[in-house]
């Protein structure tokens, strides 16, 4: 007759060995298909130099006059709030803390 520790020693061996296999399978399908993406991604980044450096995208249309006079606007109202500065004086309170206005109403 044979000894059920015996059959459970067995299993558990052939269950981890089946679990490395596994790992080993999965590590190297992993390793191929980040290969395979590497590649691919490669390819695309040189022929999308390749057709930015040849003009083969195309010719942009030229943009309307609203477009650009409105694009103007745009750039005009930035460029005035890049050059002031909103400063807002936060009052402390007697233990440092910054409070509110109400504090020291």
Excluded: H
């Excluded at 399978?25 to 290969?35: A, K």
């Excluded at 040189?46 to 694009?71: C, D, T």
């Excluded at 004086?89 to 504090?103: E, Y």
Aim: proline share 3%; charged share 20%.
């Amino acid at each position: 007759m044979v000894d059920p520790i015996s059959v459970l020693i067995g299993l558990s061996a052939l269950n981890l060995l089946a679990s490395a296999t596994l790992a080993l399978w999965i590590r190297v399908y992993l390793e191929q298909s980040l290969m395979d993406i590497d590649e691919k991604l490669a390819l695309a980044i040189k022929s999308l130099v390749e057709k930015l450096m040849e003009g083969g995208l195309g010719e942009f249309e030229a943009p309307n006059p609203v477009q650009a006079a409105i694009a103007q606007l745009i750039q005009g109202i930035a460029a005035q709030k890049m050059q002031t500065i909103d400063a807002t004086v936060t009052q402390r309170g007697a233990d440092g803390q910054f409070a509110t206005m109400r504090d020291f109403e």
